[in-house]
């Protein structure tokens, strides 16, 4: 089991930044892709961004390649997501979610945290 605990969301104006931590605790975090999801009301959980064991690997979605950056630090077993030139259309809870593997695939995720909002006003 891993437990995932996210925190630094909030409300912030367009065009601001943010930084989502997510804290795990449990197995091992070095063994697990790390991944960050979103959800807007009314819409379908996606991804926003993975990262591999190692750290050196990343991907993102296109809507926030460019302004968001996925990191991690194994020795604090915690991920970030941080959000630069935020819009309201980021406007979503914000997921953290462990898998053995870095996809873009929410199934592929067996562990996940319970989300932090991020609001963002225009």
């Known amino acids: 089991q891993v437990q995932l605990v996210e925190s630094g969301g909030g409300l912030v104006q367009a065009g601001g930044s943010l930084r989502l931590s997510c804290a795990a605790s449990?197995?091992?975090?070095?063994?697990?892709?790390m991944g960050w999801f979103r959800q807007a009301p009314g819409k379908e959980r996606e991804f926003v961004a993975t990262?591999?064991?190692?750290?050196?690997?990343?991907y993102y979605s296109d809507s926030v390649k460019g302004r968001f950056t996925i990191s991690r630090d194994n020795a604090k077993n915690t991920v970030y997501l941080q959000m630069n030139d935020l819009k309201s259309v980021d406007t979503a809870v914000y997921y953290c979610?462990?898998?053995?593997?870095?996809?873009?695939?929410?199934?592929?995720?067996?562990?996940w945290g319970q989300g932090t909002q991020v609001t963002v006003s225009s």
């Open positions: 979610a462990a898998s053995l593997l870095a996809t873009t695939s929410s199934r592929n995720y067996g562990f």
């Open positions: 990262i591999r064991q190692t750290g050196r690997d990343t």
């Open positions: 449990g197995r091992a975090f070095s063994n697990y892709a």
